[in-house]
Nanobody, 123 residues
Framework: QVQLVESGGGLVQAGGSLSVSCKASGRALSDYAMAWFRQAPGKEREGVSC???????VYADSVKGRFTISRDAAKNTVDLQMNNLKPEDTAIYYC?????????????????WGQGTEVTVSS
């Protein structure tokens, strides 16, 4: 069993930066694919970025060049650094994990989810 807890959300002005972190407990994340998803009010949950156990990454087109996903094995965390934020990035951000060595980006394939952290970008 893996427990995930996100932190680091908040309010930021457009053009600013914010970092959200996902702390795992119960298992080491070294054998897990990880991902960040987000859900804006009234919209479907969408993929933001995913990272495999070997640190292969994928980004949604909407965040490419602005967001960076990374994992810290020592801290057992996966972080999402968000730069040049836009109002359309406003959402609840969720991290997710599934035990596999394959890079997965589809939310239906993820087994473990955090409770989410809210990111609000003002214009």
């Amino acid at each position: 069993q893996v427990q995930l807890v996100e932190s680091g959300g908040g309010l930021v002005q457009a053009g600013g930066s914010l970092s959200v972190s996902c702390k795992a407990s119960g298992r080491a994340l070294s054998d897990y694919a990880m991902a960040w998803f987000r859900q804006a009010p009234g919209k479907e949950r969408e993929g933001v970025s995913c990272i495999s156990s070997t640190d292969s990454t994928v980004y949604a087109d909407s965040v490419k060049g602005r967001f960076t996903i990374s994992r810290d094995a020592a801290k057992n965390t996966v972080d999402l650094q968000m730069n040049n934020l836009k109002p359309e990035d406003t959402a609840i951000y969720y991290c997710a994990a599934v035990r596999t060595r394959v890079r997965l980006c589809r939310k239906e394939l993820y087994r473990y989810w955090g409770q989410g952290t809210e990111v609000t970008v003002s214009s």
